[in-house]
């Protein structure tokens, strides 16, 4: 029973998650007025914000021991924010709504990972993957409805189904039970002191810098170039569905698939996936081109979800899992996303939008080599 109220809660989060996500690089571009060079640099702000404000939300989940609190918190600011923003499309005044929302949005995921993490360790009922795979879930259909409801109603409307959802969420988040967890009472700095000794937590986060980085930059220019294709915005929201939809079986067994496969081999085959995603989106231009596109996606986003948050959650001590987990996100989504958005921007700007993929294809050579590196590590 208690497994169906962690269910809920991340199929209500990533729902109202992804409603904003999937749609904001065309809501700033068509109700908003920016121009696709202007979105890029926006986007690009917005891991900054997550570099900065991720860190802290870890350290004061870990500080306080009260992550659950900590997340509500953040449930209810990201409803209010996203209700204000459906009602303003002032270009300086949505992007400061925009950014507050960023702020109190980047702790809630590892946050939430954190939680559940130590849940599953004091239940032998529970897995990460069957947990997680329902935000996936929640993330495919947030994304299909929030692009049926944009071309229906209007784009602010994806904002307003955003704040039901967090509200539900909240909900939901109440009727869970707070886990004992230990906690660092101390300097936040210390705890990254210790993080950034341990080898292996560092492997993770140079290997995800180029393969996460890459992947959700691209996801911030793909929809515009769908939209430039003349196709319509719930076709965006249907391949978004397509691509989340083939992540679902794979995080439900990603237990199995990582005991039977194991890190390396796993690390190698989102590599090899990723790069031929963006070779594909390179030279694409029917639908047939952007479901294969979406289905590579949703193999690569399956498969490094479940895993690299196990390798975490194996490699740190537990008292430190929120701070790790808030800093690896920080990087992978933060650092890594605000470089390859900017220079995406700026690529799908000047040259073409074929450019920009080809260079996120040729960059997966970093990845690549960074894995020959683990592999001989781990057969030292």
Request: glycine share 10%.
């Amino acid at each position: 029973m208690e497994n169906k109220k962690y269910y809920g809660m991340y199929f209500l989060e990533y729902f109202s998650w992804a409603a904003i996500v999937s749609m904001a690089p065309i809501y700033f571009n068509e109700s908003v007025g920016l121009s696709v060079s202007q979105i890029g640099m926006l986007l690009s702000l917005m891991p900054l914000i997550n570099l900065f404000f991720q860190p802290i939300w870890g350290g004061i989940a870990d500080i306080f021991g009260n992550r659950l609190r900590i997340l509500q918190l953040l449930f209810i600011s990201t409803a209010i924010l996203s209700s204000i923003l459906g009602f303003v499309n002032v270009p300086w005044i949505s992007i400061i709504l925009f950014s507050l929302y960023t702020i109190f949005a980047c702790g809630q995921a590892p946050l939430k990972d954190s939680i559940s993490m130590q849940y599953i360790a004091q239940s032998h009922s529970a897995s990460f993957g069957n947990i997680r795979a329902w935000g996936a879930i929640g993330f495919a259909f947030g994304s299909y409805g929030a692009g049926f409801i944009g071309q229906m109603f209007g784009m602010n409307f994806i904002f307003y189904l955003a704040a039901l959802g967090f509200l539900v969420t909240l909900l939901v988040s109440m009727n869970i039970p707070p886990v004992d967890v230990s906690s660092v009472k101390g300097n936040y700095h210390e705890a990254l002191r210790h993080l950034m000794k341990n080898r292996s937590y560092l492997f993770i986060l140079s290997f995800s810098f180029f393969i996460v980085g890459s992947l959700f930059a691209t996801d911030q220019f793909l929809g515009l170039y769908i939209r430039s294709r003349g196709f319509e915005v719930s076709t965006v929201g249907f391949l978004m569905f397509v691509a989340v939809i083939v992540e679902i079986p794979l995080i439900f067994h990603s237990g199995e698939i990582i005991k039977k496969r194991g890190h390396s081999q796993l690390l190698l085959f989102i590599t090899v996936v990723s790069a031929l995603r963006m070779f594909l989106l390179m030279f694409s231009s029917g639908l047939s081109h952007f479901i294969l596109a979406g289905i590579l996606r949703g193999l690569a986003v399956g498969t490094f979800i479940p895993l690299f948050v196990e390798m975490i959650s194996d490699t740190v001590d537990e008292r430190l899992l929120s701070s790790a987990l808030s800093f690896f996100t920080a990087v992978a989504t933060g650092v890594s996303v605000m470089i390859f958005t900017f220079g995406g921007g700026f690529i799908a700007n000047h040259f073409t939008y074929g450019t920009l993929f080809g260079f996120f294809a040729v960059l997966h050579l970093f990845p690549f080599i960074i894995w020959r590196g683990y592999a001989k590590l781990r057969s030292a």
